[in-house]
């Protein structure tokens, strides 16, 4: 049964930025998989943050953080990226890995990033 690991989680000041992966253990992140990043935040729902199709031919993001955080996929790492610049404490939460491929969909167990000065 594969199982999604995030990292790259922590603290940073408004303004900074973090680098999110997320990779499977005990499988591989073929590119049937659309991968997504979602977020929670304490007394909020989960939402999603970004999106990137199967084959990678297309993305997407939250107008929250459009023009600020980046998602990407490199098949050779077996790895899927957020970067995240110009974090705001609104931004604060903690973020999920989602991956999904016909009726199959896995989770990772999520990263806690703060933005606070």
């Known amino acids: 049964q594969m199982q999604l690991v995030e990292s790259g989680g922590g603290t940073v000041q408004p303004g900074g930025s973090l680098r999110l992966s997320c990779a499977p253990s005990g499988g591989f992140l073929d590119d049937y998989y659309a991968i997504g990043w979602f977020r929670q935040a304490p007394g909020k729902e989960r939402e999603g943050v970004s999106g990137?199709?199967?084959?990678?031919?297309?993305?997407n993001y939250a107008d929250s953080v459009k023009g600020r955080f980046t998602i990407s996929r490199a098949n050779a790492k077996n790895t899927v990226y957020l970067q995240m610049n110009s974090l705001k404490p609104e931004d604060t939460a903690v973020y999920y890995c989602?991956?999904?491929?016909?009726?199959?969909?896995?989770w990772g167990q999520g990263t806690q990033v703060t933005v606070s000065s």
């Open positions: 990137i199709s199967s084959y990678g031919d297309s993305t």
């Open positions: 989602n991956a999904r491929r016909s009726s199959t969909e896995y």
